[in-house]
């Protein structure tokens, strides 16, 4: 089983996407998780992206890609995984859906984790205080919303188009909203 968390930040993705690992034994794969690894390990491809996160540029999608494919190779994944923040772009998707298609390893659902615009401020402004985050100013906050509308939301519309996409309230308790997700696959 192969599926996709989508939302925008603070939705809940990387809460969901542990619970989803935790008892569906799938392989969490974090496209951030992925490329800090490799950068660790010295593999190649981690040595490439090394010198493009070095120059502070965002590391291409060939170059990810590529560590997904390498990841989804393993033997781990082969029962399933769930990606979470990946693919942010209407690229992205096309490029993993003929990857995956390629490898004969369907996606089975895109699930959109549904939240408003003023439980994600409180939920980013708490995690920001819980934890510290740098990335969690206002400025970084707006900044964040602001390219997730404009650059990741077009995704929804992708998978909609081919039937994937499931729409899940994001709104309530962890284990309410893992209860829809599973819900919606088991179907």
């Known amino acids: 089983m192969r599926i996709i968390l989508l939302g ?39 040595l490439k992206a090394k010198e493009v996160m ?10 990810v890609l590529s560590m997904l494919e390498e990841r989804l190779h393993q033997p781990d994944a082969q029962d399933g995984v769930i990606f979470d923040g ?8 096309d490029a993993l859906t003929c990857m995956l298609a390629k490898m004969a390893m369907p996606l089975k659902a ?11 401020l409180s939920r980013l402004a708490e995690r920001a205080k819980k934890e510290g985050r740098a990335d969690d100013t206002p400025e970084v906050i707006a900044n964040r919303l602001k390219i997730y509308h404009d650059q990741t939301e077009p995704v929804v519309g992708y998978y909609q188009q081919r039937g994937l996409l499931s729409k899940i309230a994001g709104e309530g308790s962890m284990e309410d909203i893992y209860a829809q997700i599973a819900a919606v696959l088991k179907n």
């Open 86 to 93: 990946y693919p942010r772009n209407f690229a992205q998707a």
């Open 110 to 120: 895109a699930i959109l984790l549904d939240v408003s615009h003023a439980v994600l």
């Open 54 to 63: 070095d120059r502070g540029e965002l590391v291409s999608d060939d170059i």
């Open 8 to 46: 925008a930040p603070g939705s809940g993705k990387g809460t969901q996407a542990t619970l989803l690992r935790d008892r569906m034994n799938l392989v969490h794969i974090s496209t951030g998780d992925l490329l800090r690894a490799a950068r660790a390990a010295g593999t190649p491809l981690g």
